[in-house]
């Protein structure tokens, strides 16, 4: 297994472009979610969905869009880069999104800077 | 989820155990303490969880007190590819997590 993907590792935005990082997960895991971390601080809640085709806000969704057509596929989009969004992003995958305990599995990050 | 406190920064002894406390006072009935940790730059990586028992595994064991009130991850024989960021996290039945600040454990050689 791969387990959770990320593309790309780095990228670099003019303010007001827009672009979709990518996340895929092999494992067949129901629940996915999108994670920023800022420097220094915790990772904070972007998005999350609990199977295909159901998405949901988390902490800090504004600036963000989801979808989730597919059980292994779960992209980011950034409608209109803003240089408050330059972070690193983590995608994560569980089995379940309801219920007892499950960990969660997360990618190796895709590094965006915002000028 | 309930929050959870965590010192900032502690240090270890190589070879010797590490051993990081949780305060989670606030934690209710079905909810989990989890620990994540995070090595320089990369993804978090899932430690262990507990509800109510100690639990251990390969990486880490799990002390829970009676109360439920706090924690402490043991790592039994620390090494220099444990220095990471360790985060403690109370988790209901939601599987979204709420990552604090966490721990920067520092393994000195």
Known sequence: ?115 | DAKTTQPTSMDCAEGRAANLPCNHSTISGNEYVYWYRQIHSQGPQYIIHGLKNNETNEMASLIITEDRKSSTLILPHATLRDTAVYYCIVRGTRAALTFGKGTLLTVNP
């Open chain 1, 1 to 115: 297994n791969a387990g959770v993907t990320q593309t790309p590792k780095f990228q670099v935005l003019k303010t007001g472009q827009s672009m979709t990082l990518q996340c895929a997960q092999d494992m067949n895991h129901e629940y996915m979610s999108w994670y920023r971390q800022d420097p220094g601080m915790g990772l904070r809640l972007i998005h999350y969905s609990v199977g295909a085709g159901i998405t949901d806000q988390g902490e800090v969704p504004n600036g963000y869009n989801v979808s989730r057509s597919t059980t292994e596929d779960f992209p980011l989009r950034l409608l209109s880069a803003a240089p408050s969004q330059t972070s690193v992003y983590f995608c994560a995958s569980s089995y379940t999104g309801f219920g007892g305990p499950n960990e969660q599995f997360f990618g190796p990050g895709t590094r965006l800077t915002v000028l």
